[in-house]
Nanobody, 124 residues
Framework: QVQLVESGGGLVQAGGSLRLSCAVS????????VGWFRQGPGKEREFVCA????????SYADSVKGRFTISRENAKKTVYLQMNSLQPEDTAVYYC?????????????????WGQGTQVTVSS
């Protein structure tokens, strides 16, 4: 069974940075793609970025390109989301999710396993 646990959320001022971590348990982690999604107040959950099983391919939502970077360390079973130049509109609960087909998909239904989320709040 695959379980994901996010950490690293918090309160930051506009223009600041945060790094989120997603710790994954389970023997099949190295074959999974991992994605980050977010859900802001009163909004639907939306795709942020994803990384394929090897770390060789990534995809990003247009709203975060150039500001966010996803990476993974398979030996540590951990995926990171480095968020720079944060803006108030980035305020949301951030979720990491595992996709067993290994592709860095932006499609929410591709992800079979989800973490509980971590809150990110950006003040203006």
């Amino acid at each position: 069974q695959v379980q994901l646990v996010e950490s690293g959320g918090g309160l930051v001022q506009a223009g600041g940075s945060l790094r989120l971590s997603c710790a994954v348990s389970g023997r099949t982690f190295s074959s999974y793609a991992v994605g980050w999604f977010r859900q802001g107040p009163g909004k639907e959950r939306e795709f942020v970025c994803a990384i394929n099983w090897s770390g060789g391919r990534t995809s990003y939502a247009d709203s975060v390109k150039g500001r966010f970077t996803i990476s993974r360390e398979n030996a540590k079973k951990t995926v990171y989301l480095q968020m720079n130049s944060l803006q108030p509109e980035d305020t949301a609960v951030y979720y990491c999710a595992g996709n067993p087909d290994g592709n860095a998909s932006g499609w929410r239904r591709a992800y079979a396993h989800w973490g509980q989320g971590t809150q990110v709040t950006v003040s203006s």
